[in-house]
């Protein structure tokens, strides 16, 4: 009973975590377009980063999750939280060493940091 209420929680989590990550991006793509107009550095690798974390990376890592709490596999489980803590490092990129951050950006990473 206990591991089914896990995987119920799990789930939630994850299911949230798309939706957020449709707003994660869409912000931060706005941010980065303002900080673009306002300052005179570049921001491709901020970009990139965003975009690999978000496109390709990040949906992976919610499939992957949400199989695994349906198939109960412990690899793939595993794997899910190697990627989280990846995922977990390029928030803190975006929370603590960016250059040019905004207070929207700020608060954004606080919660994809949590999540």
């Given at each position: 009973?206990n591991?089914?209420?896990a995987a119920?929680?799990l789930?939630?989590?994850?299911?949230?975590?798309?939706?957020?990550n449709?707003v994660?991006?869409?912000?931060?793509?706005?941010?980065?377009i303002y900080?673009?107009?306002?300052f005179?550095?570049?921001?491709?690798?901020?970009?990139?980063?965003?975009?690999?974390?978000?496109?390709?990376?990040?949906?992976?890592?919610?499939?992957?999750?949400s199989?695994?709490?349906?198939?109960?596999?412990?690899a793939l489980?595993?794997?899910?939280?190697v990627?989280?803590?990846?995922?977990?490092?390029?928030?803190?990129?975006?929370?603590?060493?960016?250059?040019i951050?905004?207070?929207?950006?700020?608060?954004?990473?606080?919660?994809?940091?949590a999540?």
């Amino acid at each position: 009973m206990n591991i089914a209420f896990a995987a119920w929680g799990l789930e939630a989590l994850i299911q949230g975590n798309w939706r957020f990550n449709g707003v994660f991006l869409v912000l931060s793509l706005v941010a980065i377009i303002y900080k673009a107009s306002k300052f005179t550095r570049t921001f491709e690798v901020e970009l990139a980063i965003l975009l690999i974390l978000t496109l390709l990376f990040e949906p992976m890592r919610l499939v992957l999750g949400s199989r695994s709490t349906k198939l109960t596999a412990i690899a793939l489980l595993l794997l899910f939280m190697v990627m989280s803590a990846i995922s977990l490092v390029v928030g803190l990129y975006f929370l603590l060493w960016q250059q040019i951050t905004l207070r929207l950006e700020t608060a954004l990473s606080y919660v994809f940091v949590a999540i």
